[in-house]
């Protein structure tokens, strides 16, 4: 039987999707799923290290995310938003051209200019302007893609006034947060912000889960994965192997392949912290070596569905994503999309919070 997208769909209620982290990080719930099995155990997330066996290595995503979502105004007067994308280097070193979403659309045609005022989208109109966007092209494929050129203004530099005028763009189902920022930041994040979206399962973690991880003999390493907006976005093709997965660069140090070489060499596991991760691992996996390879500023559009085969993730911790997502793809490939499934509604009938601040998903 052909593989649907339908396959993956299931009745998400408005309620259960979480609009705000638990409190402590580590005490939101855990569903363990035991992919060979299907047994199911509730637990809370701060009990992980009862599954994990020393020696085990942890490996997570470290990107930070970046005040992406700027709010300002065109000449006219009229509101115009813009998600900033990646850096489009190749058009200019400086790093002040962006690919961007823009809105509304429409009105944004080559040579728009947009002014952001000190203080973002609550600033008076007469704050001074710290920043001005002139959309340079179209994006090709993408509804509302431009290519824009910022441009400080005054003393300010391009990184002060994205951080001056930005905020960090939260999921389009949370609609109504305005708790600390902070609180969509993983604990262990570089200082570098590069994503659009946070790698959600490792918001779970708190230095005092992680010291204690670290005292059992679990090993900790990390890879980089910039989080793109796409990854919000839903397979609409009826045949997801049509499904144009979106690219993201990522980073895979030398020092991490040596370690998930070790702990396979010691009959250990080697856990992903999230999809993210998982994508990262499976993509420097390189078939004509038949082992893993260090990567730098690579890119992958890796897309992991049931039929897949996993090289180098043995368990991951993950959340629970939306319907008819590649994410759930992703978790039906490594657990079998019937166990996925009826883990998804196991949680639903416990009420379990859904989504980027809900209960996260132990997969062994």
């Known amino acids: 039987m052909s593989m649907r997208t339908d396959d993956f769909d299931y009745d998400l209620p408005d309620e259960l999707i979480a609009q705000a982290p638990m409190e402590p990080r580590d005490q939101c719930r855990l569903l363990v799923l035991h992919k060979d099995t299907g047994k199911m155990e509730h637990r809370t997330f701060c009990d992980v290290g009862d599954y994990l066996n020393p020696g085990d290595l942890l490996v997570a995503n470290r990107t930070r995310v970046l005040p992406a979502r700027l709010v ?22 400086l790093g002040q051209v962006w690919e961007c979403l823009v809105h509304p659309g429409k009105r944004l045609r080559q040579g728009a200019v947009i002014e952001y005022r000190a203080g973002g989208m609550l600033a008076a109109t007469t704050a001074p302007v710290v920043l001005v966007a002139e959309v340079l092209d179209f994006v090709e494929g993408s509804r509302g893609g431009r290519v824009v050129r910022f441009s400080p203004q005054g003393e300010w530099s391009l990184d002060e006034a994205i951080h001056e005028v930005g905020n960090v763009p939260l999921p389009p189902y949370i609609t109504d947060y305005k708790g600390d920022p902070e609180k969509y930041q993983t604990v262990y994040a570089m200082k570098e912000e590069h994503s659009a979206a946070a790698p959600t399962a490792g918001l779970h973690f708190t230095p005092q889960l992680m010291a204690s991880l670290r005292a059992q003999g679990i090993r900790w390493a990390e890879v980089e994965l910039e989080v793109g907006i796409d990854t919000f976005r ?38 992903a912290v999230g999809t993210t991760s998982v994508r990262s691992l499976e993509s420097a996996w390189d078939d004509a070596a038949g082992k893993m390879v260090a990567r730098k500023d690579a890119q992958t559009n890796l897309f992991l569905m049931p039929g897949s085969e996993f090289h180098v993730v043995d368990a991951m911790i993950t959340n629970f ?7 759930m793809m992703l978790v039906s490939a490594f657990a079998t999309r019937e166990h996925i499934m009826a883990a998804y509604q196991e949680a639903i009938a416990r009420r379990y919070r859904m989504l980027s601040f809900g209960d996260a998903m132990l997969i062994l």
Do not use: C, M
Not at 76 to 82: M, N, Q, S, V
Not at 84 to 91: M, T, W, Y
Not at 321 to 327: D, E, F, I, N, Q
């Open 234 to 271: 839903l397979v609409e093709e009826d045949d997801p192997t049509k499904h144009v997965i979106h690219t993201e660069r990522y980073h895979v140090g030398p020092e991490v392949v040596e370690a998930v070489q070790a702990t396979h060499e010691a009959g250990k596991r080697v856990v």
């Open 321 to 327: 994503h939306v319907p008819r997502s590649t994410l």
């Open 72 to 93: 300002g105004r065109k000449p006219t007067g009229g509101l115009a938003e813009t998600l900033l994308l990646r850096r489009r280097e190749d058009l200019d070193p």
